[in-house]
């Protein structure tokens, strides 16, 4: 009876959704009806709340968000991104690596907005050789890459947080994935751009390789503090803005500005309620229920929640569905790195045709298409990526 309890939350959730119903009054539908139907005392309630607060796990979510956007602040302000991506043509002087390769680079800013940046950058290069809905495809797949793998972001966070997986472990088995969403954007489109991008060749490409450690020095220097000196994100980001404030020689009345344009509500409050479901769902302790449930079920377990959370994401967004989905897997299956790794695919190729998903309604509107074009162009690489990913999950189980 829990689990249909737990059926009917998510129903509600995905109700609301369909409605459209913002993202955080969803969750609070879905708290609610938790509380409601799990009989769970207000004091409880009260206290799986602060639990999100109280909790460094779960709180770390939140510090980390609002860091890297604050990181992000600085960067916009001395353009290191554009600058990175000047550096790219004068290093490779072709027009398929600069599309691809400053996409990327852009990709490392968790932030909806950084999706102009990249628009302007692909259009520039592929006006003429794309339409307006094969750039926006463009944009949206490879800006969205470093989303499936770096903690920069929330979705690797908050799944990193339930699943208990360590990063260090994590990352390694991301390399084919990483790799395969880049084959297949390339696939897809960038071959049908010519090379040359029409400008001079550089006169030093040396130079432009250390123009380039240059100007995204700061966003290298996270990954190396946490995966070469073991710091935890908090504190190889704090670090980071810290010494950026010094080479950037950031002023005074700069700062108080990055301070509250940092603090984005919307995101922060979505991702505050996601960890309080969370709480929630443990507290019913309906997760201990579920490994016999699930061996009754036709299809092996793995996939019964590859499928959860990508119908979960496209609805609702990476965050509600890991959020959801991540306790109940690794509850019902032996986890460790090679589920993690194939659950994070799964979700990230759902987020890529998601509704929800800001960085799409922004890219649409960018190119002046409508969001169901750009999903339409993405639907059939996000099911190829997840068929593939199937397979890899198969054979890293085998090797590890």
Not at 82 to 95: K, P, S, T, V
Request: proline letters at 5%.
């Amino acid at each position: 009876m829990e689990v249909l309890y737990l059926g009917l939350v998510f129903v509600v959730i995905i109700a609301l959704l369909a409605l459209r119903r913002p993202l955080y009054q969803a969750i609070l539908g879905g708290l609610l009806a938790i509380a409601v139907l799990f009989r769970i005392p207000i004091a409880d309630a009260a206290f799986c709340t602060s639990r999100v607060i109280t909790v460094w796990s779960s709180f770390s979510v939140l510090v980390v968000f609002y860091l890297i956007t604050f990181l992000q602040r600085i960067l916009e302000a001395r353009q290191q991104i554009r600058l990175a991506q000047q550096d790219l043509n004068g290093i490779f002087h072709n027009r398929r690596v600069n599309v691809a390769g400053a996409s990327l680079f852009i990709g490392l800013l968790p932030s909806a907005a950084a999706m102009i940046l990249c628009g302007d950058i692909v259009r520039d290069a592929t006006d003429g050789y794309l339409n307006p809905r094969e750039q926006a495809f463009v944009t949206s797949w490879f800006r969205h890459i470093p989303e499936s793998a770096l903690p920069t972001y929330t979705a690797v966070l908050l799944m990193m947080s339930l699943s208990g997986v360590e990063l260090s472990s994590f990352l390694p088995g991301m390399i084919v994935p990483v790799l395969t969403l880049a084959l297949l954007g390339y696939v897809a489109y960038l071959r049908k751009i010519p090379k040359d991008p029409g400008t001079p060749l550089s006169q030093s490409r040396g130079k432009d390789v250390v123009h380039l450690f240059e100007h995204l020095w700061s966003l290298l220097l996270i990954l190396v503090l946490i995966l070469g000196f073991g710091l935890d994100v908090v504190s190889a980001v704090f670090l980071v803005i810290l010494a950026s404030i010094v080479v950037y020689r950031v002023t005074v009345a700069e700062l108080k500005q990055m301070v509250f344009s940092a603090f984005e509500k919307k995101m922060l409050g979505n991702t505050f309620l996601v960890l309080v479901l969370k709480e929630f769902i443990s507290y019913t302790g309906v997760l201990e229920q579920l490994p016999e449930l699930m061996a009754g079920l036709p299809l092996p377990p793995y996939l019964v929640f590859a499928v959860l959370m990508f119908a979960a994401t496209v609805i609702s967004g990476s965050t509600g569905a890991i959020a959801m989905g991540t306790p109940l897997a690794f509850a019902a299956i032996p986890g460790g790195m090679p589920l993690m790794v194939y659950l994070m695919c799964v979700t990230h190729a759902a987020s890529q045709i998601s509704p929800t998903h800001v960085c799409l309604v922004v890219a649409s509107d960018y190119y002046h298409i409508s969001l169901g074009e750009l999903v339409r162009k993405t639907i059939p690489f996000s099911l190829a990526f997840c068929v593939l990913m199937t397979v890899y999950y198969q054979i890293l189980l085998i090797l590890v």
